[in-house]
């Protein structure tokens, strides 16, 4: 709608300062010509508003122009107080920073938005991380952030899974990720990816590197997920998965007279793939690869030899 779209050009205005209007409509994904046209609205209604010709031009703001929270809509309202995650907040040492934010959206909310976001606090909270997470420490989180914000290399003690262990780094922290209660540094040269909690020693160095103008945190982070998940699953089985049983990632070839599936799945190796298999008992069969079938036969006749004479377990 088009009054949504203007506040979102006060908006981009109020907190990124000159735009072009190409930049503007390509964040609004509208044309060039629905931004001339918006921005003389904005300038119709009082908005005070400036265009700059020239190479360096753009539209801006009259300094110390502010625009308040009117243009929020219900949903948006609701939206920015769940988003507002307070456990990897605090773990950041934001807590409260984050509390007092919010406080002050409340404030200048109207009284409508105001009991749509209280009712959204109350009947949603996010839990991120998994049920038998192990809740590890992240004593260095908090100094991470700071050189992350602050552009500051860190000298730091690592623990890899590999020989040798402990390895003495030097990062220059690009950017934090926290994925599924687990928090990542992703700093260069590289870049490359680390786990904070595997941080055994810490020291910020004096010295302020220069963050590549081009990274893209989030873009890297899609892009890290899809390799490791492209090297994690180099192996790939053959099942027969019963009525209703399914698999992240299965591929279906066909379906037998009885209802079963012949399915292709990606596995990252035996071991896994016997583990994660198991779990779904009777509901799977392992046709390929060889070592994996005789693997799950092994398993399933050892559970089959101790639970054989189950009315003389409990009495022996």
Known sequence: ?????????????????????????????????????????????????????????????????????????????????????????????????????????????????????????????????????DGEEVPYLPAVAEAVWNSRALDVVYRRWREPTDVRRRLEPYGLVSKAGRWYVVAGPGPRTFRVDQILELTTVEEEFARPEDFDLAAYWTAYQRDFHDRLYRGEAVVRLAPGVTLPRAVPERTDSRGWTVARVPVESVEHAHGAFLRLGTGIEVLQPPELRERMARTVAELAERYGNATSASGD
């Open 1 to 133: 709608m088009k009054a949504g779209r203007l506040v979102s050009i006060l908006l981009l205005l109020q907190t990124r300062g000159r735009m072009t209007a190409a930049q503007l409509a390509e964040e609004l994904e509208v044309s060039v010509r629905t931004v001339y046209r918006d921005v003389e609205a904005l300038g119709a209604a009082g908005v005070p508003l400036y265009g700059d010709a020239g190479h360096a031009g753009g539209y801006r703001l009259l300094d110390g122009y502010r625009t308040r929270l009117t243009g929020l809509t219900a949903a948006e309202a609701e939206a920015l107080f769940l988003a507002g995650a307070p456990g990897p907040a605090a773990e950041l040492g934001l807590g409260p920073v984050l509390a007092a934010a919010q406080l002050k959206v409340r404030a200048a909310l109207p009284a409508e938005l105001r009991g749509h976001a209280d009712r959204i606090s109350g009947r949603f909270h996010l839990d991120t991380p998994g049920w038998y997470a």
